[in-house]
């Protein structure tokens, strides 16, 4: 009997010992009615529960700050990279640009929207009749630019796949280098054209109003502007070059009977920028009258008083197609964004007269396009948009390039002046960005967190109804 006894309390001991720590509140235990075991009957113990789902959290917690530590570590070595993705009249048509373009007064919005992206600090948009560029300070290159890509797909409705045959991207010095380029003008379909600058300008000013545009984007841009006017004033590139409105003019009149030309109906839809050149170089042309269409006539009204070698004639917006129908030329330059003359207002148009050629011309510098392509397809018209201009500017382009070759130099010499200023900023403490991004990280680490505590613990965190 002691030999048993012995033997049992061993025994005892031995499973006891074998027990694992917090046994006496089991994570299971089989349920026994009446002292009967009720086989494949299983019940969780509460206490075991909640023990389990700390383990799953503290794991998930410690995962979670291996992965901070991780990206933290690589985002304190690697300086944020300023990039440029973006499409221009060189790299993609006026269709798809237009579906892109966004308008001065949506520039705020669109910095909010970019700059609320996971890796994007600091942002500026810059769209033209020409171009649609973002320019951004990404956390992250790969990520940084799959977001803006993105951010455009989804805006315009292009597919991303789609997007990235037509578009380019720049970081770093190249990025800096490109936007200097497009402020001269050296990137313009018209070569050394200074209407750039002023739209670069008021990228500026559009970001001051938004609140700004973040410290190195608004830096990178006023020295570009910088760049662009140095490059004006000491090469003279700007000096016989034409404007896209210029060029409009130019082959509208290419266009005409030569002999007639200038004696040609001029309708100008549109009293802006834009519109306001295409004025001023009709009058530079010889043009005496041109009829504007425009939703108010104050705007006109300037136009007049400071044109005074050309008769203006003012008709209100619902005038537009019985001017049009009065009109052998027809210049569109509006902020629409829609088209304002499709293939049935073009064919309810009286024919022009034979000695003007019998075709009313449709010039359209609008983006987007204020004239449907499908104009085109009447017989009587003939449609020409900002992609159609390239074989006006070809003319004095071989000067324009060797001036261009010297406008390099002064690039240079600024590009270099920033990036000085930017490493600079290596001094600067990274606790505010770094904060940021660690923000981003607890939100995103966390909700991963919940994902793998255990269901139960899931339910009784849902409020009961």
């Known amino acids: 009997m002691a030999t048993t006894t012995s033997a049992t309390t061993a025994a005892a001991a031995a499973a006891t010992t074998a027990?694992?720590?917090?046994?006496?509140?089991?994570?299971?235990?089989?349920?026994?009615?009446?002292?009967?075991?009720?086989?494949?009957?299983?019940?969780c113990d509460a206490a075991g529960v909640e023990a389990q789902a700390q383990a799953v959290a503290k794991a998930a917690s410690v995962a979670a700050l291996e992965q901070f530590k991780?990206?933290?570590?690589?985002?304190?070595?690697?300086?944020?990279?300023?990039?440029?993705?973006?499409?221009?009249?060189?790299?993609?048509?006026?269709?798809?640009?237009?579906?892109?373009?966004?308008?001065?007064?949506?520039?705020?919005?669109a910095i909010?929207?970019?700059?609320?992206l996971n890796h994007i600090e600091e942002a500026a948009v810059l769209s033209t009749c020409n171009r649609m560029e973002i320019y951004v300070v990404a956390l992250s290159w790969n990520r940084g630019i799959r977001e803006v890509v993105d951010w455009m797909s989804k805006k315009s409705g292009i597919p991303a796949s789609e997007l990235r045959e037509h578009l380019f991207i720049l970081r770093s010095s190249d990025a800096t280098r490109h936007l200097f380029e497009v402020s001269a003008g050296l990137d313009s379909l018209v070569l050394g054209e200074g209407q750039i600058l002023a739209q670069v300008k008021q990228v500026v000013r559009s970001g001051q109003n938004s609140g700004g545009l973040g410290k190195n984007i608004d830096r990178m841009f006023k020295d570009a502007i910088t760049a662009g006017k140095r490059v004006r004033s000491e090469t003279n590139i700007s000096s016989g070059a034409v404007s896209v409105s210029s060029a409009a003019v130019e082959l509208a009149l290419m266009k005409l009977p030569k002999s007639e030309a200038l004696s040609a109906r001029m309708l100008l839809i549109g009293a802006g920028k834009m519109g306001k050149l295409v004025?001023?170089?009709?009058?530079?042309?010889g043009c005496k009258k041109v009829v504007v269409v425009n939703r108010s006539v104050e705007r006109v009204d300037a136009i007049r008083e400071e044109m005074k070698d050309i008769e203006i004639v003012y008709r209100p917006l619902s005038d537009m197609y019985q001017a049009a129908a009065e009109a052998d030329v027809v210049f569109t330059s509006t902020a629409s964004e829609t088209s304002l003359f499709a293939k049935e207002h073009a064919e309810a148009l009286p024919p022009v007269s034979d000695t003007m050629g019998g075709v009313r011309l449709f010039v359209d510098i609008s983006v987007p396009r204020n004239v449907s392509a499908c104009v085109s397809e009447v017989g009587a018209a003939r449609v020409y948009n900002v992609d159609d201009l390239k074989e006006v500017v070809e003319a004095n382009k071989e000067d324009r390039l060797r001036k261009a070759m010297e406008a390099q130099t002064i690039i240079t010499e600024e590009l270099r002046r920033f990036e000085a200023w930017r490493d600079s900023l290596e001094t600067v403490p990274t606790i505010k960005k770094l904060r940021s991004y660690a923000d981003r990280i607890r939100a995103s680490e966390l909700e991963k967190c919940l994902q793998k505590v255990a269901p139960e613990v899931r339910r009784q965190r849902q409020p009961h109804p």
Not at 82 to 106: C, D, F, N, Q, W
């Open 112 to 116: 909010q929207e970019l700059t609320s």
């Open 19 to 43: 027990k694992p720590r917090g046994s006496s509140s089991a994570l299971c235990q089989r349920v026994a009615g009446g002292g009967r075991r009720r086989s494949g009957v299983v019940r």
């Open 279 to 285: 004025i001023k170089h009709l009058v530079a042309k």
């Open 70 to 109: 991780i990206s933290a570590d690589r985002y304190m070595k690697e300086r944020s990279t300023i990039a440029v993705i973006g499409l221009s009249v060189h790299t993609a048509p006026v269709e798809m640009r237009e579906k892109l373009a966004v308008a001065e007064e949506l520039w705020p919005r």
